[in-house]
Each structure stands twice: as C-alpha cells, then as structure tokens.
C-alpha cells in the first residue's frame, strides 16, 4: 500500500488530550525556538537536562509528539527515522506562521513521496536454486523468484555486476517504483566497500517503505521484514515433499554450478525514495549494530524449485498473507505497544516459534541442533510456559491444528519422531534415531497456518491465546 490515509484522519489520531496539550505548549514556545536554526543547534547549545526557565518543558512535550507522530506512521508500515521526524517537527514549531505543526509535517512527507516503497538488498549465502545452475551457465536465460504477495524478489548469484544491476532494476519494476538504480552508486559501493557478495552471493530484495537520517535508526524494522520474508523461503523449502536431493536438477542448482560466494559479509544495501531527483538514495549500511542476528539471517541453507512453486502460487500467497498479519500484529504489540494481553501474547509467541523454526535448517556440523531447534519451535508455538506434561500437550495441539490437512497422520507421526529423537539429544547428548527432519519442518508450516487461520478467535481474556483458538 502506497497511499497514505488523508492527512486529517492521521491527525486525528495523533492528537489525543496530552499531544495537542504539549502542541499548543511548544508553539507557545515558538519565539525561543526561533533562535535555533535545527535540533542539532539546540541539543549543542543547550543543556536539556538542566535548561534555562524559557525552555523548561520543551524537551519532554517535543518527545511527546514525536513518539505519537512515530506510532502513527510506523505502525502503518512506513518508517521514517526519528532523527528527520525531528527535523520536520522542529522546522514546523519555530516556525510561528504554521498554525498545525502536525499537519505541516505529514504535509512535507507526502508532497515529497517519501512514503512510497524502496527497497533493501541483503547478500544470502548457501542457497541452492535447482535446475538454473546449467541454464543460466549455457544461455542468457535470467531466473528469480518473485513473490509479489510477500514483496520479494530472489535471485541467485549473477556473477556480474551487469547482472546485479539488471536484478536491481527488475526489484525496482515488480514493487512499482518509479525512480531509477543509480549504477555510479552501487558501482561505488562495490569497489570501495567489503561487497564482494554483490556478484558473487545470491541476493534478496525486500519491498519497504522507509526514510531514514542515520545509518542505523531504522535497522529493528529491517531486521523483523528480514526475518519474515527469510521465513516464506524456508517455509517453501519445508513444503517441497517428494523433492529429493538426488534428482537430476538438482545437479543444475545454483547452489554447485558457476558458484563462488563469500561469506565476507559485512554491509547491506537499501534504496530510498529520493526527496529531489529522479534516482534512488543508496545507502551501504555497515553491519555494525548487531552482527550477530543480521550474520545469521544472511544463511539460507535451502534448495529451492521454481518449477514447484509456479503451480502453488495460492498456497504461497496465503503464507505471505499471514505471514504480513505477524509481521503487523508483533509491530504493534511488541515493538510500539506494551506486550500485554492475550493477541500480543499470541503473536509474540508465533513470531519466536518462527525464530526456531528458522533455525532447524542451519546446521554447523551436527543434526542434533536442528532436531532441538525444531523441537523448541513446536513447543515455543503451542505452548503458554513451561509446565508437566508439555509433550502430551503439544501432541494434543499439533493434532488439533492438522486437522483436516491431508496427511495429518504422516505429520503427527514425524512430530512424535521428533520429540524421541530431541528427549534423547537433551538428556544423552545424541540420538540413534534416524529422523527426517523435513518432515518434521513440514508439519511446522500446516500447523503455524492452523494456528494462523484462527487468529481473529483469540478470546480477550485468556493466558493461553494458542490453546484457546484451536479448542484446547
């Protein structure tokens, strides 16, 4: 969604009793302010921990409204990073001919597009694509994997830079955006930055609506877009029954032909709407802030088949559509609300099951750390805390989300093989059990979408969200 709801009713939202109460203080303010040529200069001149009597109140009011500015627009999936929020908001209340600050300041979004989607690059090692390997070695056949549902776009290595670029342009064209790549840039980049991963690693890009200030203001949105479009492609993975490592295209996967990647990931790429100009802004954001986590979304040990899912586009629209709902559920519980109640306990609790389940396919060497990833992520899931008789209940509760899947029985079997298989990891450090894992990752996907389709039933008392939506 690109358009913005009007201006009024955005407003109107903002402005409880305390926001107008602290709008009508700072423009009574708007004299002082005027000394102050942006927030920079007041935050340089003057001690806002202990400021002078005419400026007494400004710091805590201003937050005020531009938490509340924040919320708004951040909650509707546009992330505009509060370093320029304040920017707008300072311009606005020093300014004693506005009459609205609030107004005047969506106002200059709008006008200057910003709200509309850009997009982030992020480099992904270990993917295999199979059956592309040989046909893009032998002819000029390009293939990607686009998800417009999910807002993706998915493309193994291209081993050049045209071919990057060629990527990049075709991101640009699938999420309608008008402003074009600016090669000198992301040729720019690529010499002067660690970004080999540019040509040589698969590369996804992720539909997003953001304008940020600083390199790092926005990055726990990324981060969470990141995680839920990661866990569409492993769940595609999971999904792919009766595809086996030993058939023929899978000697053509991308994953052992013409492949060369680096994991000398140390940056990613994110292009904004430009506020001037008809090009893109390209950033090249250092992966300084937590490495660990962005590291580890960079791993996608998967085989994925085209041919496969150009047949079963409802199935992967109807993940990407539940997916986008935890997406936006976890945002506005989680990272802009409080946490409490029984929905936000439910989509805290279905966005860390997705963490584990992420987790089941990596491997650093040892099965028996996905078997237990796999095993948390089920009971993460179903689960409202740690008590006796955990294994009976989630048993009870996989059964009760796979109701009527096909192949239920052979899912609930695989689950219970898994809970042999981690009691014996946990408790004897490994397993005799000969478990298949994917499976395992399967039932995972049927039973998130059993527990996703009831979502709206959550009653609003309950401190077991989960068992109560599927009757338990």
Not at 71 to 96: H, M, N, P
Not at 287 to 305: F, H, K, Q, T, Y
Not at 390 to 411: N, Y
């Amino acid at each position: 969604m690109n358009k913005l709801p009007t201006i009024a009713k955005i407003r109107q939202e903002i402005e409880t009793t305390e926001v107008a109460r602290s709008v009508n203080f700072l423009k009574s303010k708007s004299g002082e302010l005027g000394k102050f040529e942006d927030v920079e200069d007041l935050v340089f001149q003057v001690d806002l921990d202990n400021p002078p009597t005419q400026l007494r109140g400004v710091d805590f009011n201003f937050r005020r409204v531009r938490t509340a500015l924040a919320k708004a627009l951040w909650s509707r999936g546009l992330f505009i990073g509060l370093s320029v929020l304040d920017d707008l908001l300072f311009a606005a209340f020093r300014d004693s001919t506005i009459s609205d600050p609030i107004t005047h300041a969506l106002a200059v979004i709008k006008t200057n597009a910003v709200h509309k989607p850009g997009f982030v690059l992020y480099p992904i090692h270990s993917l295999g694509v199979n059956g592309v390997g040989f046909l893009e070695f032998f002819t000029k056949s390009t293939v990607q994997l686009v998800i417009p549902s999910a807002g993706l776009l998915l493309r193994p290595q291209t081993n050049s830079m045209d071919g990057s670029l060629q990527f990049l342009e075709a991101a640009r064209e699938a999420f309608s955006i008008s402003p074009t790549i600016s090669r000198d840039s992301v040729e720019h980049y690529h010499r002067s930055r660690s970004t080999k991963w540019l040509i040589h690693n698969p590369l996804l890009a992720v539909r997003v609506r953001m304008f940020s200030g600083t390199y790092y203001e926005n990055q726990q949105f990324l981060v969470i877009k990141l995680k839920i479009a990661t866990s569409i492609l492993f769940m595609m993975a999971a999904l792919q029954r009766g595809f086996s490592p030993g058939r023929p295209d899978v000697w053509g996967s991308t994953r052992r032909v013409n492949n060369f990647q680096t994991l000398d990931i140390h940056h990613y790429m994110v292009f904004e709407r430009p506020v001037r100009g008809g090009r893109l802004n390209t950033k090249c954001i250092p992966m300084n802030v937590r490495p660990g986590e962005l590291s580890d979304l960079s791993a996608l040990p998967i085989d994925l088949a085209p041919k496969l899912w150009s047949r079963r586009t409802l199935l992967v629209n109807e993940l990407a559509r539940h997916l986008a709902q935890i997406e936006t559920g976890y945002m506005e519980l989680h990272v802009l609300g409080n946490g409490k109640g029984a929905r936000a306990k439910a989509f805290a609790k279905i966005f860390s099951g997705l963490t584990y389940f992420r987790r089941s396919f990596k491997s650093r060497g040892d099965a028996s750390e996905q078997v237990v990833n796999l095993a948390i992520a089920f009971e993460v899931l179903l689960t409202p805390k740690y008590a006796r008789g955990v294994g009976e209940r989630v048993e009870r509760r996989i059964r009760l989300a796979l109701k009527g899947i096909k192949g239920s029985r052979h899912l609930q079997a695989a689950t219970r093989d898994l809970y042999r298989a981690r009691s014996e990891v946990v408790h004897e450090g490994s397993t005799s059990v000969v478990y298949d894992l994917s499976s395992g990752q399967e039932a995972f996907v049927y039973v998130f979408l059993g527990v996703a389709r009831k979502l709206g039933k959550i009653p609003a008392n309950t401190g077991d969200p989960i068992g109560a939506i599927l009757g338990d």
